[in-house]
């Protein structure tokens, strides 16, 4: 399923974004079992940042974003997002969702995930 990503931008340092992931022709539900974020900056590799478990809600957060990082999802409009708060000018990146249906062990790992989608820039000037 291809999935939209939306939300990204510039920003000053201490800033917030909130990043929105939804699927396009079909529902979350069913489909996958968790949704993850990851971010890619340039030169470096993509690196996880946060998921949730669709059905409980569950998240998990990279150390670099925990406790600046809210991800959430509303079942009724089946989207997923991530509220960025307190940004700082490393969290320059290219911000992908993905999702799928991964073993726990491959939960913050990019080959968990079978479904993505096409990147949202956030930019963070210092």
């Known amino acids: 399923v291809q999935l939209q990503a939306s939300g990204g931008g510039l920003v000053q340092a201490g800033g917030s974004l909130r990043l929105s992931c939804a699927p396009s022709?079909?529902?979350?539900?069913?489909?996958?079992?968790?949704i993850s974020w990851f971010r890619q900056a340039p030169g470096k590799e993509r690196e996880f940042v946060a998921n949730i478990q669709w059905s409980g809600g569950s998240t998990y957060y990279a150390d670099s974003v925990k406790g600046r990082a809210t991800i959430s999802r509303d079942n009724a409009k089946n989207t997923v997002y991530l509220q960025l708060n307190t940004l700082k000018p490393d969290d320059t990146a290219v911000y992908y969702c993905?999702?799928?249906?991964?073993?726990?062990?491959?939960?913050?790992?990019?080959?968990?995930?079978?479904?993505w989608g096409q990147g949202t820039q956030v930019t963070v000037s210092s």
């Open positions: 993905a999702a799928g249906r991964p073993i726990r062990s491959y939960y913050s790992s990019e080959y968990g995930y079978t479904s």
């Open positions: 022709g079909r529902t979350f539900s069913g489909y996958v079992n968790v």
